[in-house]
């Protein structure tokens, strides 16, 4: 038996429970192994009943007074009941709905109890469904793993036990020298320990082994694929520094964060090395005119650049706001979506295959159609997370190695910009263009809305515009009392708004409806619009100063950051209302984030201790291997270690080509392999 095994061949497994243990993603002994517990119950202190603390798990040891008794109660739930005593204090038991336990706890035994006690109204102690096992078994540390159909912890906990017994000593996965520099313990201690602790302080010692080894892979992985881009060689040689006359063509002077960004990126498409940098900035920042800048400089220099926006109606605005910078330039700008008719995309595909298409603005229908380049030099992605690792570079492979420029928006904490992009160059605006004023935000609950209604006609008959957010697109998707922005749409056009000129704007419009409501909304047309996420990233209309966000609880931290992000972007103060009946505790602190600070980076950080880097980034987004233990909010320390590490191997032996290295090559396959589907 060893890590290859088909987990079908393991004693107490069989074809049934393998075919479970497959939706866990566990097909080998091996898989099994590293198949971690999600938490772990401490049996080994075992409280005298009297001195057990009240609510929070614990153990106790006691015998059962009675054989349980069967009370049935209304509404058909079945409650067997019984006490357990140490001889000093006494438990009253309850379990629910269970009729195999009056068969295995037998009157008169003694067992361990793991669970919550509470106290009853008369004072005594009870605790409610606890987990229980024979005095005479281990006690320990005992792990808990995620279940699903067919495989409860219990049963895991003892095909891991039996995995374990069977297995030799596991051989060590990583070099000795790197064990020894960071006082690591061995692969078979941590795993063995991970699984069944023999004391906290081992736990701990697992833990940071297995941390390490995690985002040590990681790094290699990541490192390595900057050092392939890096080897790379480009045609696409920048000779001259374009950027300030660009900018001295601008209504406004950059920031300083704009132009040392700008200078960075010129600096790499000097090199003759692809560029591959990422540019961070919060919501208006002004990520877009160092867009411009770049690309100015790269046509300026006979090159084709290439924008991508996450969405059409993005991708519009882009190309408003480019034809505007390059008005009186020569610079053609044109631009290519999904939605367009073939003949129009024919032509555009043309122009673009000729050369007389210099800069080509489009979603991602760029990188899935046969679009030709004459000499492609530059290509930008703005807001990044939403295309992941693995699309960016099947874009780089369309044209000779072109520089690659994304934008994020998104403010990332340090710790995950170092993990997510490890193989990407970073220049950060941490500037806002000057003269923005903090948008004021206040959260209140539906009762408020006459006040509000008022409040944005106080704006919109001083010229200003406006935006009410709604989380629902159409009837009926969800929950009846959330707000559809048709169905509110309608009724503030013909009722409180009826002397307003209002929009809608949502996702299951077709491209053009929406980009004419856009092109009203920007040029006044429109006053207040009514939308969802849609406009959640990169529309930029200065003019709007008021937004609403109906059934606020729906939307994620940094949702809200960007969605309020549209406004602000004025001379103008602007005001954000949240609106939500939601009482919890967590719904508080949330709003109470958004009203205290504009910080696109505490909130970011506030978000990701709340819902976990995995819900931060949405469904996988980020196109990054998922970790099974680390934590890249806390495993801070370990990170840079590993970091600094896998940088020094990789320095060593860039390919991981060696004897020793060798294996450390196939975990980052492995690690990888999902994520790059290759
Ligand atoms: P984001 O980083 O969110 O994409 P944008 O590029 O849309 O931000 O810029 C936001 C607004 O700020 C735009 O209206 C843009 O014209 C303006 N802007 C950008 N840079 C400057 C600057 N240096 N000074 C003044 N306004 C600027
Ligand atoms: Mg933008």
Known sequence: MNFSTDIKYLKGVGSARAEAFQRLSVGTVGALLRFYPRAYEDWSAVYPIREAPFDTNICVKGIVCDTPSKIRIPGGTTLYKTSITDG?????????????????????????????????????????SPVFSNASAEAGIKPVYPQTAGLNSKLIAKCVKNALDSIEEIPESLPSEIIAENSLCSLDFAIRNIHFPES??????????????????????????????????????????????FFSHLPFSPTSAQVKAVGEAIGD???????????????????????????????????????????????????????????????????????MKKSEKNLAKQRLASGETKLIIGTHALIQEDVEFNRLGLVITDEQHRFGVAQRSSFAAKGDNPHIFVMSATPIPRTLAMIMYGDLNVSVLDELPPGRKDVETFCVDTSYHERIYKYIKKHLDAGLQG????????????????????????????????????????????????????????SGEIQLLIATVVIEVGVDVPNAAIMVIENAERFGLSQLHQLRGRIGRGSEKSTCVLVSDAKGEEAKQRFDTMCSTSDGFKIANVDLEMRGPGDFFGKRQHGLPKLRLADVMTDTHLLMAAQNCAQNVI??????????NRRLRRQVDTLFKDSYGS
């Not at 320095?651 to 020793?660: N, V």
Request: with cysteine.
């Open 88 to 128: 000093q204090g006494l438990i009253n038991l309850t379990f629910f709905n269970n009729k195999y336990i009056p068969n295995m706890l037998k009157s008169g035994e003694e067992y361990y109890f793991f669970g919550k006690i509470t106290k009853s109204k008369f004072g005594g102690r009870e605790m409610a």
């Open 200 to 245: 906290y302080e081992a736990l701990d010692k697992a833990r940071n082994r297995l941390i390490f080894e995690e985002l040590f892979i990681l790094q290699l992985g990541l490192l390595s694929l900057k050092s392939k881009t890096q080897t790379l060689k480009t045609e696409c040689v920048v000779k001259k520094d374009f950027s300030e006359e």
């Open 269 to 339: 498409m000097k090199s003759g090395e692809p560029m591959n940098r990422l540019l961070q900035g919060d919501v208006g920042s002004g990520k877009t005119a160092v867009a411009a800048a770049l690309i100015y400089t790269c046509v300026k220099n006979g090159w084709q650049c290439a924008m991508m926006a996450p969405t059409e109606v993005l991708a519009e605005q882009h190309l408003r706001t480019f034809e505007k910078f390059f008005k009186d330039t020569d610079i053609t700008v044109d631009i290519i979506t999904g939605s």
């Open 467 to 522: 935006y009410i957010v709604c989380p629902l697109v159409e009837e009926g998707e969800i929950d009846n009392d959330l707000i559809s922005a048709e169905k509110y749409y309608k009724k503030l056009s013909s009722s409180e708004f009826a002397n307003y000129k209002l929009g809608l704007l949502h996702g299951k419009m077709r491209p053009r409806e929406k980009d004419e409501v856009m092109r009203k909304f920007s």
């Open 651 to 660: 320095a060593k032996d860039k390919a991981l080509s060696s004897e020793e």
